[in-house]
Protein backbone atom coordinates (compact mmCIF):
# COMPACT_ATOMS: atom_id res chain seq x y z
CA UNK A 1 0.00 0.00 0.00
CA UNK A 2 1.39 3.09 -0.44
CA UNK A 3 2.05 5.93 1.76
CA UNK A 4 2.75 9.11 -0.24
CA UNK A 5 1.70 9.51 -4.17
CA UNK A 6 3.29 11.67 -6.55
CA UNK A 7 0.63 12.94 -8.90
CA UNK A 8 1.13 15.40 -12.09
CA UNK A 9 -2.07 16.83 -14.26
CA UNK A 10 -1.71 17.76 -17.53
CA UNK A 11 -4.09 18.99 -20.29
CA UNK A 12 -2.88 16.91 -23.09
CA UNK A 13 -4.89 18.06 -26.42
CA UNK A 14 -4.19 15.13 -27.90
CA UNK A 15 -2.01 12.69 -25.57
CA UNK A 16 -0.91 10.27 -28.37
CA UNK A 17 1.66 13.45 -29.81
CA UNK A 18 2.49 13.51 -26.44
CA UNK A 19 3.75 9.87 -25.98
CA UNK A 20 7.35 10.44 -25.19
CA UNK A 21 7.40 13.41 -23.60
CA UNK A 22 5.32 12.32 -20.85
CA UNK A 23 6.97 8.90 -20.54
CA UNK A 24 10.10 10.40 -20.15
CA UNK A 25 8.39 12.89 -17.73
CA UNK A 26 6.58 9.98 -15.80
CA UNK A 27 9.85 8.18 -15.33
CA UNK A 28 11.99 11.44 -14.24
CA UNK A 29 9.87 12.92 -11.92
CA UNK A 30 8.47 9.34 -10.30
CA UNK A 31 5.10 9.99 -11.15
CA UNK A 32 2.69 7.52 -9.82
CA UNK A 33 -0.79 9.03 -11.04
CA UNK A 34 -0.79 10.87 -14.25
CA UNK A 35 -4.24 12.34 -14.76
CA UNK A 36 -4.78 13.68 -18.27
CA UNK A 37 -7.77 16.12 -20.05
CA UNK A 38 -8.39 16.34 -23.59
CA UNK A 39 -6.68 12.92 -24.46
CA UNK A 40 -8.77 12.85 -28.24
CA UNK A 41 -9.03 9.20 -28.16
CA UNK A 42 -11.70 6.53 -29.78
CA UNK A 43 -12.64 3.28 -28.96
CA UNK A 44 -9.31 2.33 -31.53
CA UNK A 45 -7.16 4.35 -29.92
CA UNK A 46 -4.29 2.93 -27.52
CA UNK A 47 -1.80 3.69 -25.15
CA UNK A 48 1.42 2.09 -23.46
CA UNK A 49 4.25 2.31 -21.26
CA UNK A 50 6.37 0.31 -19.95
CA UNK A 51 5.65 -0.11 -15.91
CA UNK A 52 2.17 1.72 -15.99
CA UNK A 53 -1.25 0.96 -16.75
CA UNK A 54 -3.75 2.99 -18.90
CA UNK A 55 -7.40 3.37 -18.20
CA UNK A 56 -9.45 6.55 -20.41
CA UNK A 57 -13.03 7.62 -21.00
CA UNK A 58 -13.55 9.29 -24.71
CA UNK A 59 -16.12 11.51 -25.62
CA UNK A 60 -19.84 9.92 -25.92
CA UNK A 61 -19.76 10.58 -30.00
CA UNK A 62 -16.76 8.03 -30.28
CA UNK A 63 -14.56 11.11 -32.38
CA UNK A 64 -11.04 12.31 -31.52
CA UNK A 65 -11.70 15.27 -29.04
CA UNK A 66 -12.38 15.52 -25.66
CA UNK A 67 -11.27 12.65 -23.35
CA UNK A 68 -10.15 11.59 -20.18
CA UNK A 69 -7.20 9.37 -19.30
CA UNK A 70 -5.26 8.27 -15.77
CA UNK A 71 -1.61 6.59 -15.85
CA UNK A 72 -1.02 4.62 -12.83
CA UNK A 73 1.87 3.13 -11.98
CA UNK A 74 1.72 -0.43 -12.47
CA UNK A 75 2.97 -0.88 -8.55
CA UNK A 76 0.47 1.18 -7.01
CA UNK A 77 -2.28 -0.95 -5.53
CA UNK A 78 -5.32 0.32 -7.35
CA UNK A 79 -8.56 -0.96 -9.24
CA UNK A 80 -10.44 1.14 -11.86
CA UNK A 81 -13.67 2.54 -11.09
CA UNK A 82 -16.45 2.87 -13.87
CA UNK A 83 -16.61 5.82 -16.32
CA UNK A 84 -18.10 8.59 -15.63
CA UNK A 85 -19.07 9.49 -19.68
CA UNK A 86 -21.60 12.24 -20.23
CA UNK A 87 -21.50 14.86 -23.32
CA UNK A 88 -20.58 17.72 -21.12
CA UNK A 89 -18.26 15.94 -18.40
CA UNK A 90 -16.11 13.08 -19.04
CA UNK A 91 -13.78 11.17 -16.04
CA UNK A 92 -11.69 8.53 -15.76
CA UNK A 93 -11.21 6.94 -11.70
CA UNK A 94 -9.10 4.75 -9.85
CA UNK A 95 -9.48 4.05 -6.30
CA UNK A 96 -6.24 3.72 -4.79
CA UNK A 97 -5.45 2.35 -1.28
CA UNK A 98 -3.17 3.81 0.74
CA UNK A 99 -2.13 3.92 3.96
CA UNK A 100 -4.51 4.26 6.40
CA UNK A 101 -7.46 4.28 3.45
CA UNK A 102 -8.27 4.33 -0.08
CA UNK A 103 -9.28 7.42 -2.19
CA UNK A 104 -10.73 8.00 -5.66
CA UNK A 105 -8.43 9.48 -8.13
CA UNK A 106 -10.36 10.99 -11.11
CA UNK A 107 -9.54 12.63 -14.12
CA UNK A 108 -12.04 15.11 -15.65
CA UNK A 109 -12.80 16.97 -18.53
CA UNK A 110 -15.79 19.56 -19.47
CA UNK A 111 -16.30 20.66 -22.65
CA UNK A 112 -16.38 24.03 -23.52
CA UNK A 113 -19.35 24.10 -24.88
CA UNK A 114 -21.26 22.92 -22.36
CA UNK A 115 -20.99 26.48 -20.53
CA UNK A 116 -24.73 25.75 -18.79
CA UNK A 117 -23.94 22.73 -16.89
CA UNK A 118 -26.11 22.85 -13.94
CA UNK A 119 -24.87 22.48 -10.04
CA UNK A 120 -26.98 19.02 -9.90
CA UNK A 121 -24.98 17.83 -12.72
CA UNK A 122 -21.63 18.01 -10.81
CA UNK A 123 -23.51 16.79 -7.81
CA UNK A 124 -24.32 13.52 -9.18
CA UNK A 125 -20.74 12.83 -10.41
CA UNK A 126 -19.63 14.05 -6.83
CA UNK A 127 -21.62 11.01 -5.41
CA UNK A 128 -19.50 8.84 -6.82
CA UNK A 129 -16.24 9.74 -5.58
CA UNK A 130 -16.87 8.15 -1.64
CA UNK A 131 -15.56 10.06 1.18
CA UNK A 132 -12.06 10.92 0.13
CA UNK A 133 -10.52 12.03 -3.57
CA UNK A 134 -8.70 14.11 -5.43
CA UNK A 135 -10.09 15.38 -8.53
CA UNK A 136 -7.74 17.04 -11.75
CA UNK A 137 -8.05 18.25 -15.08
CA UNK A 138 -9.53 21.06 -16.54
CA UNK A 139 -13.41 22.50 -15.81
CA UNK A 140 -13.33 25.07 -18.23
CA UNK A 141 -14.84 27.23 -16.06
CA UNK A 142 -15.93 30.83 -17.08
CA UNK A 143 -16.07 33.76 -14.78
CA UNK A 144 -19.89 34.89 -15.42
CA UNK A 145 -18.73 38.70 -14.71
CA UNK A 146 -16.36 38.82 -17.70
CA UNK A 147 -13.50 40.56 -15.21
CA UNK A 148 -10.41 38.87 -16.17
CA UNK A 149 -8.22 40.98 -13.91
CA UNK A 150 -10.02 41.16 -10.86
CA UNK A 151 -7.81 43.11 -8.05
CA UNK A 152 -6.58 41.08 -5.29
CA UNK A 153 -8.25 41.12 -2.28
CA UNK A 154 -7.95 43.37 0.64
CA UNK A 155 -6.08 42.31 3.20
CA UNK A 156 -7.31 43.76 6.70
CA UNK A 157 -3.96 44.43 9.31
Do not use: W
Amino acid sequence: MAKFLRLAVRNANGILKHKEEMQVFLQDQFIDIMLISETHFTHKSFLNIPGYKFYHANHPDNTAHAGTALIIKSTTNHYPLHNYVKDFLQVTSVRVKTLPYEITVSAIYCPPRYHNIKQQDFLDYFQTLGPKYIIGGDFNCKNPSGDRDLPPPEVEN
